[in-house]
């Protein structure tokens, strides 16, 4: 079976209503990236980035998986499908994606402060400041804030050495190492981008271009890959 390995970004959630980073002046919900996505301000301010994460959370709750995310759980019928994702939603896994490996964190589980194997899955939208982990410190959001480490980025590499096919849905390809993962792909192997942003990719092989939205497009790529037609 031909592995297929996707990377996504917050565009495949954008038509579900997750809005994306960069659409607004450099805000994400009103809150400048630094006061709320980094670990300095969760050292300065740990209610406020709980209670940010907390708003993210609440809205998974009322979001559902949109036709791109669909759409690739029906080429598993067909593929070795595994997905890498920039986003820290749960979209893929609610529309019945098998293989998901999220890189930037995941919004529903929080972590330990002291030891980073203590992953738990949160109950509800709500973390609370004061809840603690099994050894007896404060939990913090599961997600890789900027500026520190991406513990899967190696896994990623890997996957992506070894893709038939590499597609990449809705990603300004702005935030590294993720961004950098497309340079793995073998220079045999075809590159998709879908995004209607999209830039050249100076050095990418077998380039694909497809500037528009996933929610449509995804889909007629899908069953062009099922329907077994050349690659052009
Ligand atoms: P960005 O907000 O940087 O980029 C979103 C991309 O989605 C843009 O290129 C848009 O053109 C595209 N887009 C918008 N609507 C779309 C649609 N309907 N269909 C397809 N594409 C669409 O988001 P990411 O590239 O995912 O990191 O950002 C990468 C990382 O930076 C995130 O994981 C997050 C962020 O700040 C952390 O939280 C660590």
């Not at 995941?106 to 050894?135: A, H, P």
């Amino acid at each position: 079976m031909q592995r297929i390995v996707i990377l996504t970004g917050a565009g495949i959630s954008a038509e579900s209503g997750i809005r994306t980073f960069r659409d607004s002046n450099g805000l994400w919900e009103e809150h400048r990236i630094e006061d709320v996505a980094t670990f300095e301000a969760w050292q300065r301010n740990p209610r406020l980035v709980i209670d940010f994460y907390n708003q993210r959370r609440k809205q998974l709750y009322e979001v559902k998986p949109n036709a791109g995310h669909k759409a690739l759980v029906e080429l598993e019928k067909a593929f070795d499908v595994r997905i890498i994702t920039q986003n820290v939603d749960d979209l893929h896994e609610k529309a019945g994606s098998k293989h998901v490996m999220h890189l930037h964190g995941e919004l529903k589980k929080v972590r330990s402060t002291v030891d980073d194997s203590l992953i738990y899955t949160l109950n509800g939208w709500e973390q609370k400041l004061g809840d603690l982990c099994e050894k007896g410190s404060q939990l913090r959001p599961h997600i890789v804030w900027f500026g520190e480490a991406v513990p899967m980025i190696e896994p990623a590499m890997a996957l992506t050495s070894e893709a038939d096919i590499f597609i990449v849905i809705g990603t300004s390809l702005n935030v590294y190492p993720a961004a950098g993962l497309v340079y793995h792909v073998k220079k045999t192997t075809p590159v998709f981008l879908i995004d209607p942003q999209a830039e050249m990719l100076a050095g990418v092989k077998n380039l694909k271009i497809i500037r528009e939205p996933a929610g449509t497009r995804v889909p007629k790529l899908v069953k062009h890959l099922m329907d077994g037609q050349p690659i052009v």
